[in-house]
């Protein structure tokens, strides 16, 4: 089918509802059940629940472009959350079926597709994840436009605020401007979570590299490790904090003067996470809750404080600059 043989003289359009006077179920329902921290649904009732017509002046231009791209975002963030919640659970459960011996003596069930099902999850987990925390730096761009380098709304990335963060703040002089002050209050909420000193140190930049393998080499990335527990009858599964880690650089053929098994408890320590893939993923995502609560938080005192400033053109000039459109109309038939 191709859309010229579609009517194009369209009288009238059925669609959901732009305008709402109450909060949506799916946000009810996110918020109840903790999937989206309290301040993400503080700004969406703040925002009068994303409805059309309801931009702030500093969000308002001729076309809608501005109100209803934060909009979008706003909802990017509740959705992706929402996705790697919704698959933590599948996640779990596909990879307590995945075989290991114990499971076999034990005679407790195990199933032959769950180690890929498994693999599927966690692939989808750590990519909805990220794109809940780069849907936030767009709200950044929006908001505090220009002031965090490499940000800019469009192309809004969390690595420019990852790398941002690394770095402490100027002091502050005699005269400081709102953005200023809420730029001031987002570093401070999240530079602890981003970038702690203790044994989660890196955990952002590790779940980067995993989500950009998965995305540019598949699923062959997420190489596991299953080690029995010391007292328990059952294994666990740890995956690297490496790229690339090639286990087999280890083998070594029976004879070969080169093997050495007592540094095999090393070798796992230097090269696995120290906690069981399960674990690491439910942290995961409670991290990148966090994070994006407290942004958030801060986030909701700007928009209400920039609601009656002039509408912010510079966003919108950098939305128009990034704004891509492509010749591509259809694929020729195959003769």
């Given at each position: ?59 308002r ?80 761009a ?42 001031r ?36 990335l ?34 070969d ?29 409670s991290?990148?809750?966090d ?45």
């Amino acid at each position: 089918m191709l859309l010229d043989n579609c009517s194009l003289d369209i009288a009238g359009v059925s669609i959901a509802p732009f305008v709402h006077s109450q909060a949506e179920s799916d946000w009810i329902q996110a918020r109840d059940a903790g999937v989206i921290p309290s301040s993400l649904f503080d700004l969406y009732l703040r925002a009068n629940y994303l409805s059309f017509g309801s931009a702030p002046r500093f969000l308002r231009d001729d076309e809608n472009v501005l109100f209803t791209y934060f909009a979008l975002i706003v909802r990017s963030i509740k959705e992706s959350l929402a996705d790697a919640d919704g698959q933590l659970p599948l996640f779990a459960e596909q990879e307590n079926l995945t075989y290991d011996p114990i499971k076999r003596f034990k005679g407790e069930p195990w199933s032959p597709d769950a180690d890929k099902k498994a693999r599927k999850h966690f692939r989808d987990i750590v990519i909805s994840l990220q794109a809940a925390l780069d849907a936030m730096s767009d709200v950044v761009a929006l908001l505090l436009t220009a002031l965090v380098p490499g940000l800019t709304v469009g192309r809004a990335q969390f690595t420019s605020i990852e790398n941002w963060l690394l770095n402490a703040l100027p002091e502050m002089g005699f005269v400081v401007s709102p953005a200023d002050h809420h730029l001031r209050n987002f570093h401070g909420a999240l530079q602890p979570l981003v970038h702690p000193s203790g044994s989660d140190r890196e955990w952002l930049p590790l779940m980067r590299l995993l989500r950009n393998k998965v995305a540019h080499l598949g699923q062959p990335l997420f190489r596991e490790v299953g080690l029995p527990h010391a007292t328990e009858e059952r294994a666990y599964v740890f995956v690297p904090r490496q790229w690339p880690f090639l286990y087999e650089r280890h083998f070594r053929f029976k004879g070969d003067p080169r093997s050495d098994p007592s540094r095999i408890p090393q070798m796992l320590r230097e090269t696995l996470m120290h906690q069981d893939i399960i674990s690491f993923a439910q942290g995961l995502r409670s991290k990148v809750r966090d994070v994006i609560g407290g942004g958030v938080a801060v986030l909701t005192r700007a928009y209400l404080d920039f609601a009656d400033f002039e509408p912010n053109q510079a966003a919108l000039a950098q939305l128009q600059a990034n704004s891509k459109s492509y010749g591509f109309e259809y694929f020729a038939e195959t003769q």
